[in-house]
T-cell receptor
Framework: GAVVSQHPSWVICKSGTSVKIECRSL??????MFWYRQFPKQSLMLMAT?????????EQGVEKDKFLINHASLTLSTLTVTSAHPEDSSFYIC?????????????????FGPGTRLTVL | RKEVEQDPGPFNVPEGATVAFNCTYS??????FFWYRQDCRKEPKLLMS???SGNEDGRFTAQLNRASQYISLLIRDSKLSDSATYLC????????FGQGTILTVHP
């Protein structure tokens, strides 16, 4: 299957700083990527849909000014957590669809990155 | 009503047991259905897609019931390595996950 990478895999930062997380599709081009957040013992919650060359679409309750998303190329999307606070500590995971997989669009399989564990002190 | 409802478990079963999970969804426009497996502190990995006709992959069988709006996953002859969290997923443009069901297979 398609490969998605994330960097960094973990980060610890002080409260008030900004953290940038990168998501890359390594062997395919992704016009759409997705950013999820997962708190301990909870499911993955979609934060936003990242669209190459246009603005991201945020889910209800997710602050777009706090979680900045940039999708400048077909293989890279970035999520910046601005002015991070301890309650932002979570597991952030990106995913991407592989439009060239040969399957119909309705198949909608997504490939996930390995995740980034953010701890804000 | 929640978009997705999934029994969180935990399910504790002995090796060799058969175990089944269900997941209900509220959006009848859902087009694609999946079961993912997530190990502790790792990303989810696709276990299998779910088709209307039902599909089987070794010890795993997935079923979809559109009329009642639920999907199921059956694991036969459980192995210790099956211990994980199983997430159901529904897609109608975006992928929505259930809460996840924790499965522990013990010797």
């Amino acid at each position: 299957g398609a490969v998605v990478s994330q960097h960094p895999s973990w980060v610890i930062c002080k409260s008030g700083t900004s953290v940038k997380i990168e998501c890359r599709s390594l062997d395919f081009q992704a016009t759409t990527m997705f950013w999820y957040r997962q708190f301990p013992k909870q499911s993955l919650m979609l934060m936003a849909t990242s669209n190459e060359g246009s603005k991201a679409t945020y889910e209800q309750g997710v602050e777009k000014d706090k979680f900045l998303i940039n999708h400048a190329s077909l293989t890279l999307s970035t999520l910046t957590v601005t002015s991070a606070h301890p309650e932002d500590s979570s597991f952030y995971i990106c995913s991407a669809r592989d439009p060239g997989s040969g399957r119909p669009r309705s198949y909608n399989e997504q490939f996930f990155g390995p995740g980034t564990r953010l701890t804000v002190l | 009503r929640k978009e997705v409802e999934q029994d969180p478990g935990p399910f504790n079963v002995p090796e060799g047991a058969t175990v089944a999970f269900n997941c209900t969804y509220s959006n009848s426009a859902s087009q694609s259905f999946f079961w993912y497996r997530q190990d502790c502190r790792k990303e989810p990995k696709l276990l299998m897609s779910v088709y209307s006709s039902g599909n089987e992959d070794g010890r795993f069988t997935a079923q979809l019931n559109r009329a009642s709006q639920y999907i199921s996953l059956l694991i036969r002859d459980s192995k210790l390595s099956d211990s994980a969290t199983y997430l159901c997923g529904f897609s109608y443009g975006k992928l929505t996950f259930g809460q996840g069901t924790i499965l522990t297979v013990h010797p």
